[in-house]
């Protein structure tokens, strides 16, 4: 994931030996974590408590002066990863770079211009080293100016001394505003489309259903189908931050006095798009289901879905899969009897199995370990593809955080948890950094993204339309909606 072509040219040139930056598969090792750690072969050491081997808790000043490296030492990438991810259920982003900036500089003697220049190259690389996998894997901390600030003034101090390390910040710096321009434009896209977006109800009473444009007019292929969804899902869950998974659950910790900061941690803005992107395909999937005035065309319409999720499967798409499942799933669908009727449902019937609830949704989760599997050894980036179930994810990463305190009762930092958070958490980060390889389609992205689709009423409604009310609370609903909806009696 991180590109460190620059920084290893300067290490080899040096022949300074500095830690390698696997890609994050290789982050955690089968039992949630790296066991080699830096520390003493005793079980405590400055703070930090182990066993066998394993970090397991710390105060929060030593696990920040453990992320911090010196002359003889740099924090293993695990660490690194699991303490920025994990540290702002204690503290702001902003905080802990303070603290950070800080201890480089006073016990490192950045500040102090007659200082060991010697000691200083020893040790600028390592700083640089720190700062650039903070940039590049938690780039939205740095939408906070102070957090800015303080890259900017510890860099400067880094870069004082020599040419080479004023390259070296100003590419890390650069490749930093780079990513924050691009989510910038992203946000800017998402609102775009949220503000054009309208009830297709209010579409069909200006524009006679007979021209409607229906998905299949669209793209009459369901694998070319498949295959934008799934730039649609790569695209969304690449611009989600590792850390918006730990924002989406935070709470007050115990142990800090300022009331009013917490709130504000709550930045996971791409995540819920993400989530509000499930729930608009599943809608659209119902819409699309619920418009045909015919019988026969509901039918192939349905059958059209099922083989787009088949292929969605077949990608490792699981969140389009669920989704259109889902859709095919909500009541106004799953009441057109005699649509139903005209469907060969046996492909159908594979796909709901494999994504059958039950046993804490154990198919699901063996086809996903297999198609992670697949994907560690793929020769092809379409085999590299593996996109979670999100909200079985989410819902997992909950637990975790509900299941274990973050502090243990001495007050330490229960490490032992974000061991596991990370490790989830890091798993997801390989997913999301596949590139897609099917050609883009803008005309069927721009349907996808942009059709108006039915609110809840409106698809009931479409339904009892197409297939009339079966009971009393049927046919009382139906004239209610005729009314409220159409204005119709």
């Given at each position: 994931m991180l590109n460190k072509q620059w920084f290893l040219m300067w290490v080899i040139r040096r022949k300074e030996s500095m830690p390698q930056t696997p890609p994050f598969s290789a982050m955690f090792d089968s039992s949630g974590y790296n066991?080699?750690?830096?520390?003493?072969?005793?079980d405590s050491c400055g703070g930090l408590y182990y066993h066998d081997n394993n970090l397991l808790s710390g105060s929060l000043e030593a696990l920040i002066q453990h992320l911090v490296p010196n002359v003889d030492y740099y924090p293993d990438r695990t660490y690194i990863f699991t303490f920025l991810l994990s540290s702002r259920l204690f503290m702001h982003p902003y905080e802990l770079m303070a603290k950070v900036c800080h201890l480089c500089v006073e016990h490192q003697r950045l500040s102090d211009p007659s200082g060991d220049k010697n000691?200083?190259?020893?040790?600028?690389?390592?700083?640089?080293?720190?700062?650039t996998e903070w940039t590049e894997t938690f780039p939205y901390d740095f939408r906070d100016e102070r957090m800015m600030r303080n890259l900017k003034d510890l860099a400067h101090r880094i870069a004082s001394g020599e040419e080479t390390y004023r390259k070296n910040v100003q590419q890390m710096i650069q490749c930093l505003i780079r990513k924050l321009a691009a989510l910038s434009q992203y946000e800017e896209v998402l609102a775009k489309i949220s503000s054009t977006s309208t009830d297709r109800l209010t579409v069909l009473k200006t524009k006679p259903q007979s021209i409607q444009r229906d998905i299949i007019t669209v793209c009459s292929d369901p694998y070319t189908l498949a295959q934008q969804l799934t730039h649609i899902e790569l695209e969304r869950l690449n611009y989600i931050g590792p850390e918006e998974f730990?924002?989406?659950?935070?709470?007050?910790?115990?142990?800090?006095?300022?009331?009013?900061?917490?709130?504000?941690?709550?930045?996971?803005r791409n995540l819920e798009a993400y989530v509000e992107w499930f729930n608009r395909l599943s809608y659209l999937v119902a819409t699309e289901i619920c418009m045909p005035v015919k019988k026969k065309h509901r039918a192939r319409m349905i059958e059209y879905f099922i083989d787009v999720a088949r292929e969605c499967f077949n990608i490792g798409n699981f969140n389009s899969l669920m989704a259109i499942i889902s859709g095919m799933n909500m009541s106004p669908v799953s009441r057109l009897k005699k649509t139903w009727a005209k469907v060969k449902t046996a492909k159908f019937d594979v796909l709901e199995h494999q994504m059958d609830p039950s046993?804490?949704?154990?198919?699901?989760?063996?086809?996903?370990?297999?198609?992670?599997q697949r994907s560690l050894t793929a020769h092809s980036s379409r085999e590299?593809?593996?996109?979670?179930?999100?909200?079985?994810?989410?819902?997992?990463?909950?637990?975790?955080?509900?299941?274990c305190?973050?502090?243990?009762?001495?007050?330490?930092?229960?490490f032992e948890k974000f061991w596991e958070l990370a490790k989830q958490v890091s798993e997801f980060m390989t997913w999301k950094q596949v590139e897609c390889p099917f050609e883009r389609?803008?005309?069927?992205?721009?349907?996808?993204?942009?059709?108006?689709?039915?609110?809840?009423?409106?698809?009931?409604?479409?339904?009892?339309?197409s297939e009339g009310p079966e009971n009393h609370i049927e046919k009382d609903r139906w004239k209610s909606l005729r009314s409220s909806l159409l204005g119709r009696v």
């Open positions: 066991r080699n750690l830096y520390h003493s072969a005793e000691q200083i190259r020893k040790i600028a690389p390592k700083i640089l080293q720190l700062l730990v924002q989406a659950f935070v709470q007050k910790d115990p142990l800090d006095n300022d009331k009013s900061c917490y709130s504000e941690r709550k930045k996971t046993s804490n949704f154990y198919n699901y989760r063996t086809a996903l370990r297999g198609a992670a590299k593809i593996v996109i979670p179930f999100f909200s079985l994810l989410i819902k997992d990463i909950y637990f975790l955080n509900e299941g305190a973050n502090r243990l009762p001495n007050g330490h930092v229960n389609d803008r005309k069927i992205l721009q349907y996808l993204l942009t059709v108006s689709v039915f609110s809840e009423d409106a698809l009931y409604l479409a339904s009892y339309e």
